[in-house]
């Protein structure tokens, strides 16, 4: 059973393009979760969603960045006009049903020069 | 503010030795918590979870102890190896919610 899988691995942008990130969840889990992390810090949250719909985005600054997970295919996290500070580590996690154990993707670095 | 965070930032053990890590709670209302471990360039990988309606919880070599009177979880790592040497952290969820609350973590050096 393969795990939560995340791509790209390492994504480097320039200022303001846009950056997607990428995510399936294990099989058979329709929940799914992305989270930041910035160098030495502990993982923030940023949404939540089910298929086709979204959850909670209480984390989700909120201009430039939007989430979805469409019925078919992975969920996609976008970043329109990166800027430097969106430098970070994304992780995304999926769970069987919500309130349950999350098990977390290998993560996207992304770098913005 | 309501926070999830460990007590210290660097833990170093000799192999073979037992390891615990420590951290507090803010949330009274979180009644689920879990650990989990993160190698350098990976994801956090999950090791365990508990419960509010429990105090312990063992699995294969680890145990989470939870006292939900001062608000504070533990992570005791039997027999610790080279290959336990991680980040650390531990993550709640509040009753009701969705999402995980992590702590800023622990970072454990095993010595050989």
């Known amino acids: 059973n393969a795990g939560v899988m995340q791509n790209p691995r390492h994504l480097v942008r320039r200022r303001g393009q846009e950056a997607r990130l990428r995510c399936s969840p294990m099989?058979?889990?329709?929940?799914v979760y992305w989270y930041r992390q910035l160098p030495e810090e502990g993982l923030k949250f940023m949404v939540y969603?089910?298929?086709?719909?979204?959850?909670?985005e209480s984390g989700m600054p909120k201009e430039r960045f939007s989430a979805e997970f469409p019925k078919e295919g992975p969920s996609i996290l976008r970043i329109q006009q990166v800027v430097r500070g969106d430098s970070a580590a994304y992780f995304c996690?999926?769970?069987?049903?919500?309130?349950?154990?999350?098990?977390f993707g290998p993560g996207t670095r992304l770098l913005v020069l | 503010g309501e926070s999830v965070g460990l007590h210290l930032p660097t833990l170093s053990v000799q192999e073979g030795d037992n390891s615990i890590i420590n951290c507090a709670y803010s949330?009274?209302?979180?009644?689920?918590f879990i650990w989990y471990k993160q190698e350098s360039g990976k994801g956090p990988q999950f090791i365990i979870d508990?419960?509010?309606?429990?105090d312990k919880r063992q699995g294969q070599r680890v145990t989470v102890l939870l006292n939900k009177t001062v608000k504070h979880l533990s992570l005791q790592i039997a027999a610790t190896q080279p290959g336990d040497s991680a980040v650390y952290f531990c993550?709640?969820?509040?009753?009701?919610?969705?999402?995980?609350?992590f702590g800023a973590g622990t970072t454990v050096t095993v010595r050989a």
């Open positions: 996690a999926s769970s069987e049903k919500g309130r349950e154990t999350q098990y």
């Open positions: 099989k058979g889990h329709s929940h």
């Open positions: 969603l089910q298929k086709e719909n979204i959850i909670d």
């Open positions: 949330n009274s209302a979180s009644d689920y």
């Open positions: 508990i419960r509010s309606n429990m």
């Open positions: 993550a709640e969820n509040g009753a009701g919610d969705y999402k995980l609350s």
